[in-house]
């Protein structure tokens, strides 16, 4: 499971890098939250329709799948670079120095291949599905009322881009780390002990009085 972590930042290159990337990250992480509370009134809507006026929203579920490559898939990379994706803690606890390091780094070279063959296949699907010599540049659409599927098929391969990027920094972050044995890597995630996670947490409420 995914445990409290930390991502130290320096004047190294690669730690500029990181929070370059960040805000571009956050701002995903954004429209995927804005994306989940926009279906809430949505969803409020219909229901309020169909209760009141026996007429729901029309369309309610081709929004809902128009939606759901930017709830699933926009908040990804953000969360990679916090490190709040499932992991096997209790393996990775047991780990030390550059042993740790190596797991880490074969883990995240393995995602990343991953991730670009994905990357690649979700640009070809985007791409049958795009034809800017057709109505609203779209090949195919929503069965009840017509929405262009094509820019929820861009968001797959956009998303999986500033992932690659990501990892791309994670893979320099984590051999930079095992090939100088260093104890506290920069810009990429690092498990927090329960010690260590209270302080933070107390520091964040003393800054809120």
Known sequence: MAGSSAVLEDSSLLSKLDRLLLPIERFCALLSGFAI?????????????????SSPM????????????VIAIM????????????RMDMLVGAL????????????????????IALTYG??????????????????????DVGIPIW??????PVAFGVLTLRLMLQTWGYGRAFVLGLENPVAVPLTLTVAEQAMIEAKALDGAD
Do not use: N
């Open 37 to 53: 509370f926009s279906l809430m009134f949505l969803a409020a809507y219909s229901v309020t329709g169909r209760k009141f006026f």
């Open 58 to 69: 029309m369309g309610y579920v081709d929004y809902i799948e128009a939606a759901m490559p």
């Open 75 to 86: 908040g990804i990379s953000y969360v990679q670079r916090d490190g709040s994706h499932i």
């Open 96 to 115: 030390k120095g550059r042993m740790l390091w190596l797991f880490e780094l074969v883990s995240v070279l393995l995602i990343l291949i991953l991730i």
């Open 122 to 143: 979700a640009w070809a699907h985007f791409d049958r599905s795009f034809d800017c010599a057709r109505p609203l540049c779209s090949r195919d659409s929503s069965i």
């Open 151 to 156: 820019p929820s098929k861009l968001i797959v």
